[in-house]
């Protein structure tokens, strides 16, 4: 077994045994980045490196390492206490941070494991493996909640894989999670370009913006990031915790990847004087919006269009919602089509995402400058929900198995797309609609599908059980969602 491999067996040992106590993936996760950062931060602070980072006095590793028992959990607790009030990354890496191992001989065991380990000299590519491993489990695990944070790798891929990042150019994620979108980004420019010491610098420190409001998720993120070598580790923190519908802060980007929080209504949860607890929900008044509306997706569209320089480029995981809702979803179509070059919509198949009774798709859209007439002259639709089965264990979706649709997207020569759609081939699943062809539909709807739905039409070839029972759970959860909606919207007449 190579040192690498190693390492890797061990981290999941820990995970498993800890497992077993009660201290479940998201916990563990949460306590091994604040040992790793711990650690990281020693090994920087000495040769080669010899940086200056400032650890206030006994929150330092070395320190740290040398308790044991009731002492060891006591100053353990303290440098949590103490870092969360520090400046930049450090302070984002410790805020709200507490202590999930109750057991201090399970905690001086993980602590063991991180100090044996040189992991400022370790590939990214291996730390990222790790750290990236985990977050995929803490993922799986349904009642955590985290589902919601990770968005399946296979389709951040072939999303970078088509919009192709160049180097020297700016990245957001309005709601980036775990910094899925960041790291393939990452990965594809340093794979697909030779860069000189410029362009290596930007990509490290001044490529990657985002927003996310949970403390945790941040946490991760940030940590997830600096593993992959982007940022530093005693820099500026580039992930804001503010909620990015608040306000424009005025900066422009070059590209926007995201996959907005899903939930339809952006909502805030107040208490009210007899202490019971509401939820009340959010409208952004943002002047610069098409249409005001407490709808958190279309909120999340109008926001990524604002955050494009002329010459910018989106790619938006978005639910079907978007597509067909009236009202300020008709408003927010209209002018997206209007103000910006909608050129692609992937529809996806449900059984991808940790949150079922999800019906999404994908986005691709250019911003232009002012016009007078609409930027959208047509928009090319690939059909990958019609007849595929997906489940998140036995049948997960692969990169290999998006690469028609990216085939068929064509991102070296967008203007040399041809449908395999027509009269004579109706299985085709890559067809376009003109402009004229949605504005003529009922408001202007873009939730289009041609292809006959075989487990309608065969009932001999129904798919296996496992992915049978996985779409009931997701038709029924996708009606609950809707009742939810139709409640939520009589309660607010």
């Not at 949970?214 to 915790?241: K, P, Q, Y």
């Not at 991102?411 to 890559?430: A, F, I, Y």
Request: hydrophobic share 35%.
């Amino acid at each position: 077994m190579s040192n690498g491999e190693n390492v890797v067996s061990k981290v999941w040992g820990f995970a498993n045994i800890l497992r077993d106590d009660g201290v479940g993936y998201g916990d563990y996760l949460e306590q091994l980045t604040y040992l790793l950062f711990l650690k990281m931060v020693d090994e920087f602070a000495k040769p080669p490196y010899s940086r200056k980072i400032s650890v206030p006095e006994g929150c330092d590793w070395e320190t740290l390492k040398k308790e044991r028992g009731a002492a060891l959990e006591d100053r353990y607790n303290k440098i949590l206490k103490e870092l969360a009030k520090a400046k930049g990354t450090l302070g984002q890496i410790f805020t709200k941070s507490q202590n999930k191992i109750q057991d201090p001989a399970k905690l001086f065991k993980v602590i063991e494991m991180v100090d044996k380990e040189k992991w400022s000299m370790m590939g990214s590519d291996l730390k990222g493996k790790i750290y990236e491993g985990l977050l995929e489990k803490n993922a799986e695990d349904t009642k955590s909640g985290a589902g919601q944070y990770f968005t399946p790798r296979a389709l951040i891929q072939a999303m970078v894989v088509c919009v192709q990042p160049a180097p020297k150019k700016t990245i957001i994620d309005p709601a980036c999670g775990t910094g899925g979108f960041f790291l393939a980004s990452y990965d594809y420019i340093t794979r697909q370009y030779e860069l000189d010491r410029e362009q290596k610098e930007f990509l490290k420190t001044k490529t990657f913006y985002g927003n996310e409001i949970v403390a945790n998720t941040r946490r991760m993120c940030l940590m997830n990031m600096f593993l992959h070598n982007i940022g530093e580790i005693d820099g500026e923190t580039f992930i804001s915790s503010a909620d990015a519908l608040v306000a424009d802060e005025g900066k422009r980007y070059d590209y926007v990847l995201a996959n907005p929080p899903f939930g339809k209504k952006s909502s805030l949860t107040i208490t009210n004087e007899e202490g019971e607890q509401e939820k009340e929900d959010l409208v952004y008044n943002r002047q610069d919006f098409w249409v005001t509306t407490s709808n958190k997706q279309l909120n999340f569209l109008q926001h990524i269009r604002t955050l494009l320089k002329e010459t910018g480029e989106a790619a938006v995981v978005l639910p079907d919602n978007v597509l067909f809702e009236g009202g300020a979803g008709e408003t927010v179509r209209k002018e997206l089509m209007k103000s910006t070059e909608l050129h692609t919509i992937l529809r996806l198949p449900t059984g991808i995402f940790y949150r079922p009774g999800v019906k999404a798709n994908v986005l691709f859209f250019d911003n232009k400058p002012g016009a007078r007439d609409p930027w959208t002259k047509e928009i090319w639709f690939y059909d990958y929900r019609t007849n595929i089965h997906h489940t998140l264990k036995k049948k997960t979706m692969t990169f290999e198995d998006l690469d028609d649709f990216i085939k068929c997207y064509n991102p070296l020569n967008r203007n040399e797309r041809k449908e395999t759609w027509s009269e004579n081939n109706p299985d085709g699943r890559w067809r376009k609609f003109t402009y004229e062809d949605i504005l003529e539909r009922d408001k202007t709807s873009l939730d289009i599908f041609w292809l006959k739905d075989e487990s309608l039409a065969d009932l001999d070839n129904l798919p296996d059980p496992d992915i049978l029972a996985n779409e009931i759970i997701e038709n029924i959860e996708a009606g609950l969602e809707s009742f939810k909606t139709i409640m939520a919207a009589l309660g607010d007449e």
